[in-house]
């Protein structure tokens, strides 16, 4: 295993958010624990595989808590974890600036 | 041109950051205006290319502002616009929570 070393705290925590899905998923758990089929519903655009693969990863980064439940039929919900919660804290300002700057980022010329 | 549609606030600013360079070369621009060259000092890891791609790119949304000055040798500056200010300082929050949690993001096995 290779030990990550960065140049600071927020190349840290980019590598930990890790593109945009990471960071919809956090936001989309900070309220309640969701099953599967509800988180995929909650972060719109994202395909099954790709939303199993960022949840993994989440779950390895310690961000994100997956729960069985024994049940008939078994019921799995992914919550935030501690960890995941002061993430997504640290990331409402961010939000909050892709909010208020919405009009401006909309019209920025893509290839 | 396509026009860029997004889920929410977060969505579009982790969509301008657009991975770790960016965030790290509004970090470096924050206190002052910096040549290429001090600025590839600053952001240890950069190869001269994805400077060159990170600065065109953030030109084109905005975020930095290029002045040419027409002197013997010419002198090229880099700084942050208003815009890039904003977005960095929105970023602040998630610099320090990296900062925080530097150990534990170290720790992650990666693959």
């Known amino acids: 295993m290779k030990k990550r070393t960065y140049n600071c705290g927020l190349d840290a925590a980019v590598d930990v ?5 990471k960071a919809l998923i956090l936001w989309a758990l900070h309220h309640e624990p969701l099953r599967f089929g509800e988180l995929r519903r909650s972060v ?3 395909s099954e595989k790709m939303l ?9 980064s ?5 729960e069985v439940y024994h049940q008939v039929p078994p019921k799995v ?4 974890t501690d960890f995941g919660r002061s993430l997504n804290t640290a990331l409402i300002p961010l939000g909050e ?11 920025i010329p893509r290839d």
Chains 1, 2 share one sequence.
Do not use: C, D, F
């Open 17 to 21: 958010v890790g593109g945009k899905w």
């Open 44 to 46: 719109s655009g994202i």
């Open 52 to 60: 199993i693969q960022q949840l993994r990863e989440m779950e390895t």
């Open 62 to 66: 310690g961000l994100v808590h997956r």
């Open 77 to 80: 919900e992914y919550s935030l």
């Open 97 to 107: 600036w892709g909010e208020e700057h919405m009009a401006t980022i909309e019209a």
